[in-house]
């Protein structure tokens, strides 16, 4: 009843936020399906996870994020939990931006993915050397690398920004503007959204491509079927994960 309550009012809150442009729509939600108050993931279930069944997950809880069920529900005893140890499912590369909560929009808890997270969502050493710990040494079975809408660092490698450490973080986004280019029919400036969506997507399937030709170590994993490298997609408008799996 309480948690009715407080559905009922978060509604109306986010009804006199969005206005005219709310696109949100609610359906009911089967509470017991969800990944709320499970216990951190295990070393021994960890094994029995594949990297379909992970991608699988993560659909799943994203399909109850973007149907309303937005946060999941931690616990002290969880926190605990987790002290003994980690065996999360996968990695997630995500962008910095503060409208992608990763483990929130795949209704993960403690203990269930690693998230990387830099501008752009782009691949350097460091996040290689990342994902390789967490495949390698801790056993997750997916890499995801997810760009998403009305990114910041997408507009602003397409508007040449020179800034500080800035300049050099965009210009591994120029590829994927390049890229973009090469196929685009129409007005190729931030005015054009589609442009800019092109460019999210040419710069996710770049970085896929980065972490194979440049982690020798995920490679082959992914090569022995031990792991999948993903792209994907996270819809500010709709809270929905596009997952881009042949790429
Ligand atoms: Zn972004």
Redo the contacts with the bound molecule.
Sequence with gaps: MKNLLILSIGLMLMASCTGNNNKLSVTKVDNTEMQNNKKVLTAEEQSKLTPDSVIKILKKGNEAFANNNLTVNNSMERVQDAVQGQYPEAIVLS???SR?PVEDIFQCGIGDIFVARV???IVDTDILGSMEYACKESGSKLVVVM??S?????KSAVNDVKLGNITELLSKIMPAINQAKVNFKGDTTVANSEFLDAVCRANVGLMVSEVRKDSPVLKEMEDKGEIKIVGAIYDLETGKVEFLENI
């Excluded at 009305?150 to 997408?154: F, I, N, Q």
Aim: hydrophobic letters at 35%; one cysteine or more; proline letters at 0%.
């Design positions: 962008c910095i931006d992608v501008a752009g969502n760009g998403h009305h990114c910041g660092a997408v």
